[in-house]
């Protein structure tokens, strides 16, 4: 009988219920469509790695710090002799010597423009050799031989519109060298985004290492070993200096070398579904307690023909369930297709994956219907208690209940708790005296405010909705008026339909504050400390020997500062270790910039000193003249005395430690030192800087892998970075939006049904339905003002409170972006048109007598 009452409840209202399953069905989609691509780029990469990782790999012992690999940007081989050694092991069946390198840039000549991946997935250069278990094969052309010609990947040279006997220049570390296209190579399996290079070994020993060596040997057994017992016999044989990994080691260095990129999608989709979850749920529980306020009398008869407050409550819940498992199934087929998709988003990158293979786990369906009926369930028993608490026979009259004013006194009392309690929060962590204790406080205040201004949406209603709409009954005549007073007839609905936008607004608005604020500050410092007129990054590869000649040698420069970073462990007197690193710069940095001096001289860097921040000072109580000792490893070390401390609010040297080249260089030679990652150049005194700027360009034309900016350009390069977070923020906003215009047709749609009778009578007595239509459109564009007033408030105060927590970390200057916040209301009004087309349709269309004559 009772799921009988249900499933006739549920097909009654589908119409109404489409809305909210829809919302049901994209949380779930997006949390099935993320964990399956999340599979099946796994399981890809897994194939890949198994399928081609040697059986041992055997390399150079990277040097170590602290027991931590040391990045130095060398390339580090091993003899041709090891190969030999290797191939002599028991159980060896075959031995490849490899040569191998990230640190090549391929060129097109005709364009000047680089070959290979943008996207920050490498560029491989190495020698071509036939292996058991190669990842790639020759599917046009011929393997390189001699020193003109290199063969390239398939995708690289369709995307960059090479062939067969197509020009390719390659940029080395210590040269510059042409070849011809010979060959072109096809995965066998997946793409993983890289580039692909091959020449012959010969060249690729003397082009990319300048020697005849190796980067690593490829060992294969003849199955009579297992990869331990080979890792074992090469170390015993080789002793000390070398690193040997096994098939399985080296899988899980490349499922590593993806995993963070991966990692970052995953994320990024579940940060969609929770928003998602989150805003359908406000459109779940609003649907439920409209539906249930509309079965009042119903819900008054079955109690009062024997109907238990437990039969009651699980009537309601019986259709949620229903709507859960009908929306996680179809949000579980849309999943699929979301998985096809970002699957052809990597395709797009680079990253072949094949939706032939999607992967469907089990934590796949246990997560779509684990989400989609746990959610809609949840959602619905809040309305479906106060459902069951109906007494009979004020259900029969068809009031509210008794314990309505009772509940509100309660939320009202919570909602101040929480509101007020987070508001305290971030009052404390804009006061705070580090930027991590202000940020768990920050973390803390956001959700207690947003849980704070969702209890008390439908108290605030009232008095917004009067605010917003006072000058509707003066422009529209009656049909504002009407508008302004069903907005405000229930404050629960309101409250419900507006938190959905709420909390897009919040979010876009909260981190468009931070980010302006980054992006000023961070000109600001520019504008102050950067005296240097260009800034010329290396990015990947660093700038080589030739690249630094071909900048001193452009006309019109005055210097040229090169700056590098070496890993380095620093010891302070108090006994501290701290792993940091230390950046070489030229003598004439202090001349391109001006440092904010705490306490010293900068003048002292050309005295064989080090920087340090001020908070490094105050935490070891170091002084200007106190030593620290560095340690670079491989036994290289010095004492430093410290010439200047930093004080700390500019981000440019924040955390940085400053020595010149030739302070460094008494520990590590020049010529032991990690490429140069960024220069700065000055302009001659008297010289155009924009006519520089264009010769600096034509100087470093053959080498596109740099980034040359002015200051102007530099400040655009730090903006576009943020913007990326911002437009992920725009992206869950626009979900948000989605879900929240599905949250207010769905109001309006149930309200006009609600209130059939009354527009009947409206109609009656004169309103036209063009005024009907009206009424509720103007309904629409309140209710959405007053979410996107409450998100506005929010978002300027998580905003406002994050520039405060990191002033002192650089973030000095608090922008707030009026044009996005008046765009934002702007549309807010556009929402409440576009949610209000449909309902006012449907009102405009109701027969008059028959509204009447609605029961």
Same mark, same amino acid.
């Given at each position: ?5 249900? @499933? ?272 359908? %749920? ?19 008869? $079955? ?22 498992? @009908?929306?996680?199934? &179809? ?43 746990? &959610? ?13 608490? &109906? ?19 309660? =939320? ?19 006061? *705070? ?34 605010? $917003? ?11 504002? =008026? $009407? ?34 604020? *980054? ?50 462990? +620093? ?36 005295? %064989? ?23 670079? %490893? ?10 200047? &401390? ?34 700065? #150049? ?29 200051? #102007? ?79 506005? %408030? ?16 650089? $973030? ?20 409440? @048109? ?6 006012? +349709? ?8 028959? #509204?009447?004559?609605?029961?």
């Amino acid at each position: 009988m009772l799921l009988k009452t249900s @499933l006739r409840s549920f097909f009654a209202h589908k119409g109404r219920m489409i809305l909210s399953l829809i919302a049901v069905v994209l949380s779930v989609a997006f949390v099935s469509g993320t964990l399956v691509f999340s599979n099946t780029a796994t399981s890809t990469f897994d194939r890949l790695f198994a399928s081609t990782a040697s059986d041992i790999s055997v390399r150079q012992e990277p040097p170590k710090l602290n027991g931590k690999e040391v990045h130095d940007g060398k390339i580090h081989t091993v003899p041709v002799e090891t190969a030999q050694k290797v191939a002599a092991l028991p159980g060896v069946r075959t031995v490849v010597g490899q040569v191998f390198t990230e640190q090549a840039t391929l060129v097109d000549p005709a364009t000047d423009k680089a070959v290979g991946p943008t996207t920050g997935a490498p560029t491989l250069t190495g020698n071509w050799a036939e292996t058991p278990r190669n990842s790639v094969e020759i599917t046009s052309g011929t393997a390189p031989r001699g020193d003109g010609q290199i063969m390239l990947d398939a995708d690289t040279a369709k995307k960059s519109g090479l062939g067969l006997g197509s020009p390719l220049r390659l940029i080395a570390a210590d040269g510059t060298y042409d070849f011809t296209i010979s060959g072109i190579v096809t995965f066998k399996t997946t793409n993983p985004g890289a580039a692909l290079a091959f020449l012959d070994t010969a060249t690729a020993q003397k082009d990319l290492l300048g020697s005849t060596a190796y980067t690593s040997v490829e060992a294969y057994g003849d199955g009579s070993r297992t990869d331990d017992q080979l890792k074992a016999d090469a170390l015993s044989a080789f002793g000390s200096g070398y690193q040997v990994k096994t098939a399985a080691e080296q899988k899980a260095d490349s499922n590593a070398d993806v995993g963070s990129f991966l990692d970052f999608m995953k994320y990024a989709m579940l940060g969609f579904a929770l928003i998602s979850l989150l805003v359908g %749920g406000f459109l779940i529980i609003n649907t439920f307690s409209m539906l249930v306020a509309q079965r009042t009398r119903e819900i008054g008869l $079955l109690r009062a023909v024997g109907g238990s407050r437990r039969q009651v409550n699980q009537s309601v819940l019986v259709e949620a369930l229903i709507l859960g498992v @009908l929306g996680s199934t &179809i949000g579980l087929g849309a999943g699929l297709g979301l998985a096809e998709g970002l699957i052809q988003l990597m395709k797009s990158v680079g990253m072949n994956l094949s939706g032939s293979e999607l992967q469907i786990g089990l934590n796949v369906p246990i997560a779509a219907y684990g989400v989609g009926v746990v &959610i809609t369930v949840l959602a619905a028993w809040i309305p479906a208690r106060r459902a069951s608490r &109906i007494a009979p026979m004020a259900a029969l009259r068809d009031h509210g209940t008794p314990s309505e004013a009772k509940a509100n006194r309660i =939320r009202t009392a919570v909602g101040l708790v929480l509101t007020v309690g987070g508001g305290a929060l971030l009052v404390a962590a804009a006061g *705070a005296d580090s930027a991590g204790t202000g940020g768990k406080l920050l973390g803390v205040g956001v959700v207690l405010t947003l849980v704070g201004f969702v209890v008390l949406g439908p108290l605030l209603a009232t008095t917004v909705v009067r605010v $917003l709409g006072a000058a509707l009954p003066k422009l529209f005549g009656p049909s504002g =008026r $009407l508008a302004q007073r069903n907005a405000m007839r229930s404050p629960r609905r309101t409250g419900a339909t507006a938190a959905a936008l709420m909390i897009g607004l919040a979010l876009v608005i909260g981190a468009s504050v931070f980010t302006s604020s *980054a992006v000023e500050s961070i000109n600001s410092q520019v504008d102050e400390s950067v005296g240097a007129d260009y800034i010329i990054a290396g990015g990947r590869t660093g700038l080589t020997k030739e690249m630094l000649k071909a900048v001193g040698a452009t006309p019109g420069l005055a210097h040229v500062t090169t700056q590098s970073g070496l890993d380095a462990v +620093f010891t302070t007197p108090d006994g501290a270790v701290t792993e940091s690193a230390v950046s070489a710069v030229s003598p004439t940095f202090t001349q391109d910039f001006k440092i904010p001096v705490l306490t010293g001289t900068a003048d002292s860097l050309q005295q %064989g000193a080090i920087t340090i921040g001020q908070d490094f000072a105050k935490e070891h109580h170091l002084a200007v003249g106190d030593r620290i000792a560095v340690d670079y %490893g491989q036994g290289r070390t010095q004492s430093l005395p410290v010439g200047l &401390i930093v004080k700390k609010g500019n981000s440019l040297f924040d955390g940085n430690y400053f020595a010149t080249v030739d302070t460094v260089a008494k520990a590590v030679p020049v010529a032991d030192q990690p490429p140069v990652g960024v220069a700065f #150049a000055k302009a001659a005194s008297g010289a155009d800087v924009a006519k520089t700027l264009t010769a600096l360009e034509d100087s470093l034309k053959g080498y596109p892998q740099l980034t040359v900016k002015d200051q #102007a350009g530099y400040k655009e390069l730090v903006q576009a970075q943020f913007n990326q977070l911002l437009y992920m923020i725009y992206g869950l906003l626009g979900l948000a939006i989605i879900v929240a215009v599905l949250g207010v047709v769905n109001t309006l749609a149930l309200s006009v049904v609600e209130r059939t009778r009354e527009i009947g009578l409206l109609r009656a007595i004169g309103l036209s339905r063009r005024q009907l239509r009206r009424m509720i459109r103007l309904e629409s564009v309140v209710i959405a003002l007053f979410g996107a007033v409450l998100g506005t %408030g929010l978002g300027l105060a998580w905003g406002v409170t994050s520039q405060k927590v990191l002033a002192s970390n650089g $973030l000095a200057t608090l922008a707030i972006p009026t044009g996005t916040i008046v765009a934002t209301l702007f549309a807010s009004v556009l929402i409440g @048109l576009l949610a209000a087309l449909i309902p006012a +349709f449907r009102a405009g269309r109701m027969n008059v007598l028959a #509204a009447i004559a609605t029961d």
